[in-house]
């Protein structure tokens, strides 16, 4: 599995956009770029996901570089409740790879006001 | 919505007991997956299946056993605890269409203290 380096801790104000770096410089043509997040003594959620061009929904953004060996996850006005630790998760999705998640240690992220 | 619900919550085992944690998903998800977590790390994959019936080991599967009799169950054995299985568990589940990232979903995690 393709491997994905993060900050070990970034730090936000409150209400400020907050972006999360993640690279990836062995990704490869079939790796989509995930991005999921653990709250506190919770299991992770979900954030986004993208392969070639930049998403957006309700929770975020994802920027993907052309040349896809990096990523940046926007948080565009980070609240409390987004202190969390935040994972850059690269997943094949092709037949018999069952699509499952590798996890780094992620970025934790921590708000203030 | 339940989701992806697992049980028990805590669990506190002395070395050499066995036990086993219960993973059940009410979304008809044919993936489903089994994570630990130790202090300050990411998940790691013990075991996985994706379909009924059958099972697969993931990055770390030594010490544990798992079985998918039911689509919707997941079950995650430990013949015989150590302190090293001392983790947080969490399941998983997913679809099995082939659309392309499709969401992971995760239970809310099992303590587990192995003294």
């Known amino acids: 599995d393709a491997k994905t380096t993060q900050p070990n801790s970034m730090e936000s104000n409150e209400e400020e956009p907050v972006h999360l770096p993640c690279n990836h410089s062995?990704?490869?043509?079939?790796?989509?770029i995930h991005w999921y997040r653990q709250l506190p003594s919770q299991g992770p959620e979900y954030v986004i996901h993208?392969?070639?061009s930049n998403v957006n929904n309700r929770m975020a953004s994802l920027a993907i570089a052309e040349d896809r060996k990096s990523s940046t996850l926007i948080l565009h006005r980070a609240t409390l409740r987004d202190a969390a630790v935040y994972y850059c998760?690269?997943?094949?999705?092709?037949?018999?790879?069952?699509?499952?998640?590798?996890f780094g240690t992620g970025t934790r992220l921590q708000v203030t006001l | 919505n339940a989701g992806v619900t697992q049980t028990p919550k805590f669990r506190v085992l002395k070395t050499g007991q066995s036990m086993t944690l219960l993973c059940a998903q009410d979304?008809?998800?044919?993936?489903m997956y089994w994570y630990r977590q130790d202090p300050g790390m990411g998940l790691r994959l013990i075991h996985y299946?994706?379909?009924?019936?059958?099972?697969a080991k993931g990055e770390v599967p030594d010490g544990y056993n798992v079985s998918r009799l039911k689509k919707q169950n997941f079950l995650l054995g430990l013949e015989s605890a150590a302190p090293s299985q001392t983790s947080v568990y969490f399941c998983?589940?997913?679809?099995?269409?082939?659309?392309?990232?499709?969401?992971?979903?995760f239970g809310e995690g099992s303590w587990l203290t192995v003294v």
């Open positions: 979304m008809n998800h044919e993936y």
């Open positions: 299946s994706v379909g009924e019936g059958t099972t």
């Open positions: 993208g392969l070639t």
């Open positions: 998760i690269l997943r094949d999705d092709r037949p018999g790879t069952a699509s499952k998640l590798t």
């Open positions: 062995t990704i490869s043509g079939t790796d989509y």
């Open positions: 998983a589940s997913r679809r099995t269409a082939m659309t392309s990232g499709n969401t992971i979903y």
